[in-house]
């Protein structure tokens, strides 16, 4: 197979533009972990009830039927990724969303897929 560049058939303006357009690789793989968010169902319903309430790791559990170690080894991710906060109540720690954004596009997915 010969990879030798061919002319492109894209006229200069058009290909500036799409050059320009695309982000940077720094900026890609930001995109690629945010993204990675909507990757899990298990993510995806901590998030769905994060978009409703703060709650602590013993309600989400109990809400969503996942073991508490399940949902601690997410919300992990999550903190990781910068998609939620958390604050000390006591001995009860509240996770919550860190931007409305994240539902925002959850519910544009939703919306795409024609639910």
């Not at 799409?18 to 690629?32: A, G």
């Not at 309430?53 to 039927?65: A, K, Q």
């Not at 996770?95 to 024609?114: A, R």
Request: proline content about 2%; some cysteine; overall charge neutral.
């Amino acid at each position: 197979m010969n990879l030798a560049k061919s002319p492109l058939l894209l006229d200069k303006k058009t290909k500036v533009m799409i050059e320009d357009y695309i982000p940077s690789d720094e900026i890609l793989e930001d995109l690629v972990c945010f993204f990675s968010l909507f990757s899990d169902l298990t993510r995806i319903k901590i998030i769905s009830a994060l978009a409703i309430s703060e709650m602590c790791v013993t309600d989400l559990s109990s809400l969503l039927g996942f073991n508490q170690t399940t949902v601690s080894h997410q919300l992990k991710t999550l903190r990781d990724i910068g998609a939620v906060r958390y604050r000390r109540d006591g001995k009860i720690i509240l996770y919550s969303l860190k931007s409305d954004i994240i539902n925002e596009v959850l519910l544009k997915g939703v919306e795409f897929l024609g639910f």
